[in-house]
């Protein structure tokens, strides 16, 4: 049987909970209600005046072959960066784990790339590969391979994904951590009385136990790619070369703010709004099933 | 102690609102960093001491889009200041903007400052007055694209430096030659659609755009994907498969390759003097941009970057004063030609022009006049008057792109150019319908 607390009169729960709503109603609400009308019109950048166009915005934006690009360029983006953050973010948690001595050292130096801003992070890894001054590509050119993410749109997104997964790992890292710290010793002694050895420890026990942590990590690195990254991808390769690295939030961000097309960003951000809406539904419907709490 | 403290901090703030009333301050924002930077405080500074009613504090907002946009954005908070730096990319945005903006004839007038809108070189007013001959914006720094050669990376290469490179057939046998003698960077540009689009337009009489590149109205529709630019393109793009011709990025990025002495022409504007002569260590000089032998009507006239100096709308009548005041000092002959011989930017007024030739620039800092003559060498036509394109930075966005995928041998230079010119009108479309 369910407990259930229940209050007296409506005061007081409207009161707890009013914060939670003010919060949502100034920062989502009134925002998306916003995007949603001024899709539906094409500004001039001032705010001097605006023209009713309709749907007309979205049929702009999906006739564009290259923001029906962006679609897949943004899924291939998110799958990448999650993977490159979260797998080694893992490996590194489990070694560290292991450490009996000096463990503390590794964790914050482990942790300490979190605390770079991603635009920053952008431009520490664009210097490492500047074609001219690059130290990587110094070294790549050395074992004679001409690396030029300018022009090369592989390169290009290779270079986004490993900057914007870099400093994501130390945040899955301090999770992964954290969630294996909390693995009972005795289960995982009893199987090593059973003469299982360290790796079939960790497919069998420790991983299905760390799974509550790797959904939370994986909607959390899923929604950090979608929307945190266009710092990355500004400074790095502001979209290019060809739009190769353009993803849906850098198209709303330069649309935006840089080509002050407020109409069309509006749209966009409509659409992701419903991609977005519909990610989470797919993960909290299809995935969580399989993650034992 | 504690008294004393509370007792200054009175008397300062009852002190602060009187230093304000006795001098207006005029907000100024602009692009410039660097040597380009320090030269525009040091303007302000010496206007701000040469009288006592008026103070410009300048602030500095980034590159050119991010100045635009900063200032874009005040408006709609109305911070908005009192003048703000626009480049030319974004003259028809300001210039669709009624209400925004306050048209520099108007100010003048209204200021009493002298002012002679008559004084500016044809091919810069052109750029920023309407039809009717009203200037809408003060023309500011402007410069034009010009060919830097790096005459020791000649000699190493084994070509003579002072080869004809005035058409683009005698660059392209250099180019072999350079090649040939161990270059690994014979040729460079930087901002390549403004160089190797628009002016290439300008400089061979041929449209970039219809309805006189957009002077003559907003129903404009792009004309890039002509025989003459896909010609130039493709032979561009050749160079690039062949390591002839090196691409460095979309700015002027190419402009530290060349300063390192990597490479051996340039195609960058006459403003790259200050950085050049600054951190080259190798001999260079300067020549006319080349143009294709029996393309259009030879070279007609190249056209100019840069940016105008726009004022905002919603502000006082006495400040709007203290603006027309500075302005006014800004065009002013001594101050102009100073300008121009620090920074390799055009002359704007015919008199600061004259005063650099008399004062004996032009003979000691050979080829820094190259720019001015290739401006003003032959009348504007209506494809070489400048562009006025709504959304054009974006529409540059889209040209780079396109470029980038000739460059990587992604694409012909036609294929590419139809697919800039067919995205390019769609955002023009758009910007007709927003400035119905």
């Known amino acids: 049987m369910e407990k259930r607390v229940t209050f007296r009169g409506w005061l007081l729960p409207l009161l707890l909970i009013a914060p939670q709503v003010i919060i949502s109603a100034v920062f989502f609400f009134y925002p998306a209600g916003q995007a949603i009308w001024q899709s539906l019109f094409i500004p001039d950048p001032f705010g001097l005046s605006m023209q009713y166009v309709g749907l007309g915005n979205f049929e702009f934006l999906l006739s564009d072959p290259f923001y029906r690009a962006s679609f897949v360029t943004t899924a291939i983006f998110s799958i990448l960066v999650t993977l490159c953050s979260m797998i080694p973010a893992l490996f590194l948690a489990v070694l560290a784990d292991r450490l009996i001595k000096g463990s503390g050292v590794y964790r914050t130096l482990l942790i300490w790339p979190y605390a770079v801003a991603p635009a920053v992070a952008g431009v520490l890894w664009l210097f490492m590969f500047n074609t001219r001054v690059g130290v990587v590509s110094w070294y790549l050119g050395q074992l004679g391979y001409d690396w030029n993410h300018v022009l090369n749109g592989g390169e290009a997104m290779g270079l986004v994904v490993v900057a914007s997964a870099w400093g994501r790992i130390s945040y899955n890292f301090l999770f992964f951590f954290a969630a294996l710290q909390a693995v009972p010793k005795s289960v995982i002694e009893a199987a090593a009385i059973d003469g299982a050895h360290f790796w079939r420890r960790f497919w069998t026990i420790v991983l299905p136990l760390l799974s509550p942590t790797t959904f939370f990590l994986l909607v959390v690195n899923i929604v950090y790619a979608f929307f945190e990254t266009f710092g990355v991808i500004h400074t790095i390769t502001a979209g290019g070369p060809q739009q190769t690295t353009t993803i849906l939030v850098y198209k709303v961000f330069s649309d935006g703010f840089v080509g002050q097309d407020l109409g069309s960003s509006s749209a966009q951000s409509v659409i992701l709004l419903i991609v977005v809406g519909l990610l989470t539904v797919v993960q909290f419907k299809f995935i969580e099933k399989r993650v034992h709490y | ?436």
């Open chain 2, 1 to 436: 102690m504690k008294k004393s403290l509370i007792g200054t901090l009175a008397v300062s703030t009852i002190l602060s609102p009187l230093a304000a009333m006795a001098q207006t301050e005029v907000q100024f924002w602009h692009a410039f960093t660097g040597r380009l930077g320090e030269l525009v405080a040091a303007q302000v500074e010496e206007f701000n001491a040469s009288q006592s009613d008026y103070v410009v504090v300048q602030s500095h907002k980034g590159n050119y889009s991010e100045t635009l946009n900063a200032g874009i954005a005040a408006f709609r908070a109305s911070e908005q200041p009192h003048i703000l730096m626009v480049f030319e990319v974004g003259t028809a945005t300001m210039m669709s903007a009624k209400g925004a903006t306050k048209p520099v004839f108007e100010v003048m007038a209204e200021s009493g400052a002298t002012f002679d809108p008559d004084a500016y070189i044809g091919a810069v007013k052109g750029y920023y007055t309407t039809t009717d001959g009203d200037m809408l914006s003060l023309p500011f720094n402007s410069s034009t694209p010009v060919l830097w050669v790096n005459r020791n990376a000649f000699e190493a290469a084994g070509v003579d430096p002072d080869t004809d490179l005035s058409t683009w057939q005698n660059v392209g046998e250099t180019l072999d030659a350079l090649k040939a003698g161990g270059s690994e960077c014979p040729l460079v540009t930087a901002w390549q659609s403004w160089i190797h689009l628009e002016n290439f337009s300008a400089y061979h009489d041929v449209p970039f755009a219809s309805q006189d590149n957009g002077f003559a109205g907003l129903d404009t529709e792009l004309q890039l994907n002509g025989e003459a630019q896909v010609a130039h393109l493709t032979a561009m793009g050749e160079w690039a498969q062949d390591g002839k011709f090196i691409y460095t990025g979309r700015r002027n990025e190419g402009g530290a390759n060349f300063r390192a002495g990597e490479c051996a022409l340039f195609t960058e504007s006459s403003a790259g003097y200050a950085g050049i002569k600054a951190e080259a260590e190798f001999d260079f000089d300067v020549r006319p941009l080349p143009y294709w032998e029996g393309v259009g009507s030879g070279p007609q006239n190249t056209i100019i970057g840069g940016a105008s100096l726009w004022v905002m709308e919603g502000h006082e009548a006495e400040e709007y004063k203290g603006v027309g005041e500075f302005l006014a000092f800004l065009s002013s002959s001594d101050i102009q030609a100073q300008w121009h011989q620090d920074t390799g930017y055009l002359p704007i007024t015919a008199e600061a022009g004259d005063a650099t030739r008399a004062a004996g620039f032009y003979d000691e800092n050979p080829g820094t006049d190259i720019a001015v003559i290739q401006m003003t060498a032959n009348e504007p036509t209506a494809n070489s008057k400048g562009l006025r394109l709504g959304s054009f930075d974006q529409i540059r966005g889209i040209i780079d792109e396109e470029l980038e995928a000739i460059w990587a041998g992604d694409k012909s230079a036609q294929e590419a150019m139809d697919s800039a010119k067919e995205r390019g009108d769609a955002l023009l479309r758009r910007f007709e319908t927003a400035n119905r």
